[in-house]
């Protein structure tokens, strides 16, 4: 899922006209093969923590998720609006 999200933001941040797409996360984001050889090399950790870190981070995501398609939705229903909105004030007192 990870893939497409990166593959999602790429496509999209072209067409924003933005030329990076949040470079620092790319750079921070880390396999949970990376996130074990670093565990193992801090005894002080939970044997568990590699487990609840990933968990937590894929709740993270599905949250930044669901708010940005929330967002997004309220913003094309809001310009729904204001399209139609002018539309009708064209047809009425602007469009004599």
């Known amino acids: 899922m990870a893939k497409h999200d990166a593959a999602w933001k790429a496509k999209h941040a072209k067409r924003l006209g933005r030329a990076k797409v949040n470079a620092s996360a790319k750079k921070n984001a880390q396999s949970p093969g990376a996130l074990e ?11 568990n923590y590699v487990t609840v870190l990933a968990e937590l981070k894929g709740r993270v995501r ?6 940005a ?17 002018l539309a009708e004030q064209e047809a009425g007192e602007w469009g004599e």
């Open 37 to 47: 050889r670093k565990a193992s090399r801090t005894s002080h950790l939970p044997e």
């Open 62 to 67: 599905s949250a930044q998720t669901k708010a």
């Open 69 to 85: 398609t929330s967002v997004n939705r309220e913003l094309i229903a809001l310009y729904l609006h204001i399209g139609r909105r």
